[in-house]
């Protein structure tokens, strides 16, 4: 390929938009997939981060349901070995009861549930209304005496004006009840379980909440975060307290700002029938990977323009180029003055056509045209008249002559005709008309009109023919006996 075609084909405006668009595609597709692929990292990030909080959260809550039931079980021990005796008056239970607060350090207090719904001291006095009265609002009354295993009966957190936070009550069915059939309870203070939980959840909108098992709120943090749990519609049976809840997945959590899109992480603990869900805003979480998607997306814009500029100055170059290359190989292979091709091109063409003509043993024919007596013209009238004449020969033979014939000068005087699939007969027939056409020609000048005529020499290719000068030689040869015999005639060779 000719480097003017190598240009010409990469100047197409459909090439260079091509492999713009291509290039353009490849970046803004690694763009997409890194964005998708990080997304999702971000997302395995925020799975795995609610896990070990959620982990941290459980132990820590087993940690205080472990000292709540340790408590209970130490105080239901001693009325199982005391049936007789009433704890609210014996200094040995009372001096359990100390023991026991200063083992939970004052994070469980004992207290004793009458069967007509009074709650005592441990240490003994006066009944406990405040507390007695926010435990018949709830329903820990209830499931505290239709329990019929050794679990933790777990109830609503109680406030009561005399407690500075808000305490849990837990307790156990007694097997063998004391004088005047007591349950024994404790209060687990949830101040203790809230900070727990605020060191873990995952700032600034993540929370952690703990449910129990119909989806009454117990603790959490920030404390407001269990208010919104309790006004959502998520419930989770005994059923549902399996392993296959712990599955990250983007929930809808009512909050006083109104509905804002949350991942969380359910946690069953089914041994006390407790749920801990962990969540965290669904903007806080992605805000890394957005920040990160953004300056992606602007480097992408940033290297998306320059490209695009410089295809299209590219493009503007390539075909300035590729013009510049045409003009230099239309004036290497053409004649200027006459508008035919050069020696050196004709004999170009005249090669592939001569290989073609023999691969499909088509006929060939050429002529070679000399003007008679041109110097005698340019000496007698001047080499602008002489210019004339070769114009006007170009321009009768170009007339005579199909679009697959080839015309060139191939020197001062001289023309030579390629005739691809043409046989001497029909050669000499266009031979002769160009003849009679040059013959009509008359140039007007200062010194009077100036008429002119050729003479021509004939050959065709044969197929022992080795090279083109062969063919060359022999036109040539036609030419000479034809400018011999006298001119204004044609000769076959």
């Excluded at 001062?412 to 160009?434: H, K, M």
Aim: a negative charge; hydrophobic letters at 45%.
């Amino acid at each position: 390929m000719k480097t003017g075609d190598n240009l010409e084909s990469w100047a197409r405006p459909r090439t260079v938009v091509l492999l713009t668009m291509v290039l353009l595609g490849a970046l803004w597709t690694a763009v997409l997939l890194s964005a998708v692929a990080d997304r999702e990292d971000t997302l395995t990030a925020t799975g795995q981060a609610l896990q070990r909080a959620n982990r941290a959260i459980e132990e820590q809550t087993r940690l205080h349901m472990r000292l709540a039931g340790l408590a209970l079980a130490a105080a239901q021990a001693w009325l199982d070995e005391h049936p007789g005796e009433d704890p609210r008056s014996n200094a040995a239970f009372h001096a359990l009861h100390a023991r026991l607060r200063t083992a939970t350090d004052s994070a469980v207090e004992i207290l004793l549930l009458a069967a007509d719904g009074n709650v005592f001291a441990a240490a003994g006095g006066e009944p406990q209304a405040e507390i007695a009265a926010a435990l018949a609002a709830s329903d820990f009354n209830d499931l505290a005496r239709q329990s019929q295993t050794t679990e933790l009966v777990i109830g609503t957190p109680l406030r009561t004006p005399a407690a500075a936070h808000p305490r849990l009550p837990i307790a156990r069915r007694l097997e063998n009840p004391g004088a005047g059939g007591y349950i024994v309870l404790a209060l687990l203070d949830l101040s203790r379980l809230n900070a727990g939980y605020e060191e873990q959840r995952q700032k600034p909108g993540g929370s952690i909440a703990l449910l129990r098992r119909d989806g009454t709120p117990l603790a959490g943090a920030p404390v407001d975060a269990q208010l919104g749990l309790a006004q959502s519609d998520q419930r989770t049976k005994d059923d549902d307290l399996t392993d296959a809840s712990k599955a990250t997945r983007t929930s809808s959590v009512l909050t006083n700002d109104g509905a804002t899109s949350e991942f969380s992480l359910q946690s069953p603990m089914p041994d006390y029938r407790l749920l801990i869900v962990g969540t965290v805003d669904r903007a806080d979480a992605l805000a890394p990977w957005l920040r990160h998607t953004i300056w992606v997306v602007l480097l992408a814009l940033g290297m998306t323009i320059p490209l695009a500029v410089v295809a299209y100055r590219s493009l503007h170059l390539l075909r300035v180029v590729a013009r510049h290359e045409a003009e230099l190989q239309h004036l290497a292979t053409t004649d200027r003055l006459t508008g035919t091709f050069t020696r050196q091109h004709f004999v170009e063409i005249l090669k592939e056509e001569l290989a073609h003509a023999g691969r499909r043993h088509l006929p060939l024919t050429v002529l070679s045209f000399d003007i008679d007596f041109f110097k005698r013209i340019n000496d007698g009238y001047g080499h602008s008249v002489g210019d004339q004449v070769l114009i006007a020969f170009a321009k009768v033979a170009k007339a005579c002559l199909r679009d697959v014939d080839v015309l060139g000068r191939v020197s001062s005087g001289e023309f030579s005709i390629l005739l691809p699939n043409t046989d001497v007969q029909a050669a000499t027939v266009v031979a002769e008309r160009i003849r009679r056409g040059v013959a009509a020609i008359s140039i007007a000048t200062e010194d009077g009109t100036v008429q002119f005529t050729v003479s021509a020499g004939v050959s065709a290719a044969r197929p022992d023919d080795r090279s083109v000068d062969e063919i060359i030689k022999r036109v040539a040869q036609a030419l000479h006996e034809a400018t011999s015999a006298g001119h204004d005639r044609i000769s076959i060779v």
